[in-house]
């Protein structure tokens, strides 16, 4: 039973350079979310989305573009990296209308903008 | 913005003792969550707790919410070293599934 999974774990890139983290999920959730964890500023919402060809803005979504074209799979893209987007970001989904209201999160993707 | 804070930020204690961590938050909830984050890794959900109920238990783990101070707490008993990790209070926002999350309260339980 994998969860959420996230890729790659670490990547290291250039000022200006783009790139997509990965996320997927086996659970069939509805709802997915990308949160990015910085020292001291807890976790903040990128963006989310409710269900296949949904998607809204969280608390801080400048520099960073999502789709979700199927269930399971839910990209995060930045466009053209700044030195502060340097983060940890986590994918996290969970089923809609759950009693327990659990956001499973992946384990996270480390990255470095030089 | 962040609707909650945790405090302590950072509480040590050992082995044994009791661990309390406190959230406050600004606005109307319908539920307040718990989270636990070990170094390096995902959270991992620990409790919801509803507006109508006052405390909830899972093991050693007891969590109380007062609407009319607007505030919860986590309460760890006996603690253990495997319990070192950071908890995260987190709210859904304005009613809808987007959830908010605090900053966090770092334990440290020393053998």
């Known amino acids: 039973n994998a969860g959420v999974t996230q890729t790659p774990k670490f990547q290291v890139l250039k000022t200006g350079q783009s790139m997509t983290l990965q996320c997927a999920q086996d659970m069939n959730h509805e709802y997915m979310s990308w949160y990015r964890q910085d020292p001291g500023m807890g976790l903040r919402l990128i963006h989310y989305s409710v269900g296949a060809g949904i998607t809204d803005q969280g608390e801080v979504p400048n520099g960073y573009n999502v789709s979700r074209s199927t269930t399971e799979d839910f990209p995060l893209r930045l466009l053209s990296a700044a030195p502060s987007q340097t983060s940890v970001y986590f994918c996290?989904?969970?089923?809609?209308?759950?009693?327990?209201?659990?956001?499973?999160f992946g384990e996270g993707s480390r990255l470095t903008v030089l | 913005s962040q609707q909650g804070e945790e405090d302590p930020q950072a509480l040590s204690i050992q082995e044994g003792e009791n661990a309390t961590m406190n959230c406050s938050y600004k606005t109307s909830i319908n539920n307040l969550q718990w989270y636990r984050q070990n170094s390096g890794r995902g959270l991992v959900h620990l409790i919801l707790?509803?507006?109508?109920?006052r405390e909830k238990h899972s093991g050693r783990l007891r969590v109380t919410l007062d609407t009319s101070k607007k505030s919860s707490s986590l309460l760890i008993t006996a603690s253990r070293a495997a319990d070192t990790a950071s908890y995260f209070c987190a709210k859904p926002q304005g009613g809808s599934e987007k959830l908010v999350f605090g900053k966090g309260t770092k334990l440290t339980v020393n053998p």
């Open positions: 707790i509803r507006s109508n109920e």
């Open positions: 996290a989904s969970s089923y809609r209308g759950s009693y327990t209201g659990e956001l499973f």
